[in-house]
């Protein structure tokens, strides 16, 4: 409240009912400890001038001319707050409740019609009363009271019960309608800030739901990749097989077909001829079929350069076929290789397989930047790294080594950044009878 309401003093008039019921007055105050709650002090004073009774007074009964009731009351009087309307005049009604508790006296006169005589008698009893009513604000200190009670007294040992009805005024010591005003600012802001939790709470489980969906799209969606890669490798090593297993079984015809034309030569020599002439025709068959199994290893030799192409830059050198993985399938001065790398490497093993008898050799190869020994250990771990993934591919392991070197062999200058590229490499070289080049020649 601003200036908040702590007392209050009333003035009404009262009327209790009964046979032809007691007209009075009212008198009270009340001290406020909240503006929801006071504690009444009222004073009741009434009295009637009728021929008929309102009261009893003995067993027997009696007429009762003139009575007048005083009545002590103290309690607590409970407001609930102004009326939730826009209708600003409305909104002054202030309704409330109200129980009470204290002491009644009643003196009455008695006056026998026949006789003429008079009799005066008086009672003192416990009473209570419960009932409410409302305050209509028309100043900050001003108002008026309506009220309806209850009233139970007890004279003579027996109970009586009657309704009270006041209307009257109220005058209080402080800002009474500011004190309304102040409670109803003070209800209105905290529906307000309970409707914005509420609402920030269903804001915020909406993202966190949100969040979650998307997580789980993105988890479906990364799932569906990963299958899509296997399947495509898979397809592609399957792919491979097959292409090998067709070279294979055409080297393995030609080679047949090798041996049936030499057998043949050799049995249509006439066999009267004499043994040097035999001689020289079985020599030229030998060499007839060394030189188509050279062939045969050229050709093997140029489909494995053209397969390898195709999958990585390969040059045909005196050391063999020699794969050049560069920089790009690992990360810089890292050893882990890239999803890329993994795939060639895949395709790579999956050509290699149709051929048991190659051998690769993998070297690894760094520019001269940073130290030589780190530039050693990331060449090593770089060789070792792809050999792993082929003997993980299922290359057999005594025909895979690996060899770091460092910046030793630059095939470029190391003063460009092009040149320190073409430097940063790995090479895969492959050898062996099958292919023309002798394992271990031009190493």
């Known amino acids: 409240m601003t200036s908040a309401q702590i007392a209050e003093f009333n003035s009404s008039y009262a009327h209790v009912s009964g046979n032809g019921g007691i007209d009075g007055f009212n008198l009270g105050t009340a001290w406020w400890p909240s503006h929801r709650l006071a ?23 009696t007429v009762i001319s003139k009575n ?21 005049y409305l909104a002054r009604f202030l309704p409330f409740a109200e129980t009470q508790i204290g002491a009644s006296h009643l003196s009455s006169k008695i006056e026998n019609p026949v006789t003429n005589v008079t009799q005066s008698a008086s009672d003192n009893a416990f009473s ?15 108002a008026t009271r309506v009220k309806v009670d209850f009233l139970r007294t007890h004279f003579v040992d027996t109970g009586q019960g009657h309704l009270r009805f006041a209307i009257g005024i109220m005058y209080s010591l402080g800002n009474g309608i500011a004190a309304q005003q102040a409670a109803a600012d003070k209800r209105k802001a905290d529906e307000q800030r309970a409707a914005e939790a509420e609402t920030n709470a269903i804001k915020e489980q909406a993202e966190k739901d949100a969040q979650a969906r998307k997580q789980s799209l993105a988890e479906q969606a990364e799932r569906e990749r990963a299958a899509a890669e296997a399947a495509t490798l898979a397809k592609q090593k399957a792919d491979v097989e097959y292409a090998g297993a ?16 030499s057998e043949a030569t050799v049995q249509k020599a006439p066999e009267a001829k004499p043994s040097t002439e035999v001689e020289q025709a079985a020599t030229q068959a ?12 050229q050709a093997l030799r140029a489909r494995l350069l053209a397969n390898f192409n195709r999958v990585l830059p390969t040059t045909d050198t005196p050391r063999g076929l020699v794969v050049d993985m560069g920089d790009i399938m690992f990360d810089t001065g890292q050893s882990d290789l890239r999803p890329q790398g993994r795939e060639v490497l895949a395709k790579l093993s999956g050509i290699v397989l149709n051929y048991p008898s190659l051998r690769l050799k993998i070297e690894g190869h760094t520019d001269n930047a940073g130290s030589a020994e780190f530039n050693q250990a990331l060449s090593e771990h770089r060789a070792s790294t792809v050999r792993d993934y082929l003997v993980g591919q299922g290359l ?32 895969i070289i492959l050898s062996g009878e099958v292919i023309g080049t002798p394992v271990g020649e031009g190493q």
């Open 39 to 61: 504690i009444a002090f009222d004073y009741d004073d009434g009295w009637d001038t009728g021929h008929v009774g309102v009261f009893d007074l003995t067993q027997g009964g």
């Open 68 to 88: 007048h009731l005083q009545s002590f009351l103290v309690g607590p009087r409970i407001y609930f707050g102004t009326l939730r309307t826009k209708q600003k």
């Open 128 to 142: 209570w009363m419960i009932g409410g009513g409302g305050d209509y604000r028309f100043s900050p200190h001003w």
């Open 246 to 261: 067709e070279a294979r079984k055409k080297v393995v015809e030609e080679q047949l077909a090798a041996r049936q034309a």
């Open 286 to 297: 030998r060499k007839e079929a060394m030189d188509q199994h050279e062939s045969e290893k």
């Open 396 to 427: 057999d392991a005594s025909s895979v080594s690996a060899q770091g070197l460092g910046a030793q062999n630059p095939v470029s200058d190391n003063v460009t950044s092009q040149g320190r590229e073409k430097n940063r490499r790995v090479e």
